[in-house]
């Protein structure tokens, strides 16, 4: 994989997410049994899939504890698929940077937004849906928004 700016941590591979063909949307889970990465996966298709499956995940997939459930998912940014990674037929791995935004409650007692930064890879799977797994990422807290009077608990 290329190289990305900054210190990063490794932490261990987590899957994502799997969406089946025809599936409007997928829950975080791991792929049956007996699947395996199999098939063509299109740098577009990949992208598109870290584009709409890691939103609804990310907060449990990154932070990994409590304040999971106080954040939301504020935007994502993907890199363009040209500047995809291919490591082989079936997997593409794409960079992204998404924020995470404390619920209006956490917000008034001071909680900031955190950004997230990493790598999501993304394999066409044998029983024809696309599958991501977490990797290299890390998620810094943002400072608290300049001019604005931080409340008191």
Same mark, same amino acid.
């Given at each position: 994989?290329?190289?990305?700016? +900054?210190?990063?941590?490794?932490?261990?591979?987590?899957?994502?997410?799997?969406?089946?063909? +025809? $599936?409007?949307? $997928?829950?975080?889970?791991?792929?049956?049994?007996?699947?395996?990465?199999? +098939?063509?996966?299109?740098?577009?298709?990949?992208?598109?899939?870290?584009?709409?499956?890691?939103?609804?995940?990310?907060? $449990? $997939?990154?932070?990994?504890?409590?304040?999971?459930?106080?954040?939301?998912?504020?935007?994502?940014?993907?890199?363009?698929?040209?500047?995809?990674?291919?490591?082989?037929?079936?997997?593409?791995?794409?960079?992204?940077?998404?924020?995470?935004?404390?619920?209006?409650?956490?917000?008034?007692?001071?909680?900031?937004?955190?950004?997230?930064?990493?790598?999501?890879?993304?394999?066409?799977?044998?029983? +024809?849906?696309?599958?991501?797994?977490?990797?290299?990422?890390?998620?810094?807290?943002?400072?608290?928004?300049?001019?604005?009077?931080?409340?008191?608990?």
């Amino acid at each position: 994989m290329g190289a990305m700016r +900054g210190r990063l941590v490794t932490c261990p591979t987590l899957v994502v997410a799997l969406a089946l063909v +025809g $599936a409007s949307a $997928a829950p975080a889970r791991q792929p049956p049994p007996g699947v395996t990465v199999k +098939g063509k996966l299109s740098k577009r298709q990949a992208r598109s899939f870290v584009v709409r499956e890691l939103p609804p995940v990310a907060a $449990a $997939a990154m932070l990994k504890d409590r304040r999971a459930a106080f954040f939301r998912p504020a935007g994502i940014v993907v890199e363009p698929a040209r500047a995809c990674e291919r490591e082989n037929k079936s997997i593409v791995s794409c960079r992204f940077a998404i924020r995470l935004r404390p619920t209006p409650a956490r917000r008034a007692v001071g909680w900031t937004p955190i950004r997230c930064t990493g790598v999501d890879r993304v394999a066409r799977l044998s029983n +024809g849906g696309i599958g991501g797994e977490l990797g290299n990422y890390r998620c810094v807290s943002l400072p608290a928004t300049v001019g604005r009077v931080r409340a008191h608990a």
